[in-house]
């Protein structure tokens, strides 16, 4: 346990040092708004393209883990939504946007950091494909309940298009095709030039990354408890286990890709989710509580799921 606590507990210290920095002055918000467009469009797409580049085309398209991966996420967005409107009587888009809090962790700005360090850079590949099918499939469905719960704004037809449309201007979905596309296209490997310049990039990834999402944190506040416990609870402990019993059990994924993608899905609310909250006006306060919260929480869900699943 204590190795599992050294791999773990300096990511977190990051994070926390980046919440003091913004929240006692030393990192203003103009900082904060920096960094993260630093991470955004410059080190973790460098990351990313190098990832993909060296990474087989027949490995990316791993049939069992995209089946078992797809199925769980759909079922719990489906229930979580369902269940918010039950227990808590929010409307369609609120609905919504529990169930995308329930099934987006925070995979850029963590997962990939995080797992690389812990299980080795092959083990980001499942959390990269993750990240695609989270972006091209949950994203934009949860944004057609929201805009059809909503009924003004545009068409739910509409609104889907301009976001895959916008996806594909997202400098994260374009390293990652881009990446995929000199695997597939190119026998050779990157110029050395080319590989060093992305490797300094990349670096930075995830020291900066977590720095930034500290310090954007330090803006939340928290408020609406029993539907923040909800989000919690279904981010970070019916999510890994629902995607665990279905990699392992009935799709038979590959171990790896199986404990990473499970460590991945128990990491907390992906920032994401506020962002489509705020943009659509929807459940915004209670999006960023949980975020910060399940944040919080997750220093420890984390630890410990690490411990279980990679023993040694």
Not at 182 to 195: K, M, N, Q, R, Y
Not at 218 to 239: D, P
Not at 266 to 293: C, G, H, K, M, W
Request: charged residues 5%.
């Amino acid at each position: 346990m204590a190795t599992i606590l050294d791999t773990v507990l300096p990511f977190f210290a990051l994070i926390f040092c980046g919440y003091g920095a913004a929240r006692f002055g030393v990192l203003d918000t103009r900082s904060a708004a920096g960094l993260n467009s630093f991470v955004f469009y410059f080190a973790l797409p460098a990351f990313l393209f190098s990832l993909m580049s060296a990474s087989p085309i027949g490995e990316v398209l791993n049939l069992p883990f995209i089946l078992a991966y797809s199925s769980t996420s759909l079922a719990l967005f489906g229930l979580a939504a369902l269940g918010g409107r039950a227990l808590f009587g929010v409307g369609k888009g609120e609905a919504a946007v529990l169930g995308l809090a329930a099934v987006l962790p925070n995979t850029g700005y963590m997962g990939i950091p995080l797992i690389s360090t812990a299980l080795g850079q092959e083990a980001a590949l499942p959390i990269v494909v993750g990240l695609i099918i989270d972006g091209v499939l949950l994203i934009p469905i949860a944004i057609a309940i929201i805009t059809a719960g909503k009924g003004a704004g545009g068409s739910t037809l509409g609104n889907v298009g301009s976001t895959l449309a916008a996806l594909t201007r997202n400098p994260i979905i374009v390293s990652i095709f881009a990446g995929l596309l000199f695997s597939a296209a190119s026998p050779v490997a990157l110029p050395g030039t080319v590989a060093g310049f992305l490797d300094l990039l990349a670096a930075a990834t995830g020291p900066c990354a977590l720095f930034a999402l500290g310090a954007t944190l330090a803006s939340r506040s928290v408020s609406g408890a029993a539907e923040v416990s909800y989000m919690t609870f279904l981010k970070l402990f019916v999510h890994p286990a629902a995607l665990w019993l279905a990699a392992t059990l009935v799709f038979g994924v590959d171990p790896l890709w199986a404990v990473a993608s499970t460590l991945g899905v128990a990491l907390p609310i992906a920032a994401n989710v506020f962002i489509v909250a705020r943009q659509y006006d929807t459940y915004v306060e209670r999006t960023s509580s949980a975020i910060f919260v399940s944040t919080s929480v997750s220093v420890v869900t984390v630890s410990v799921l690490l411990a279980l699943l990679n023993p040694a």
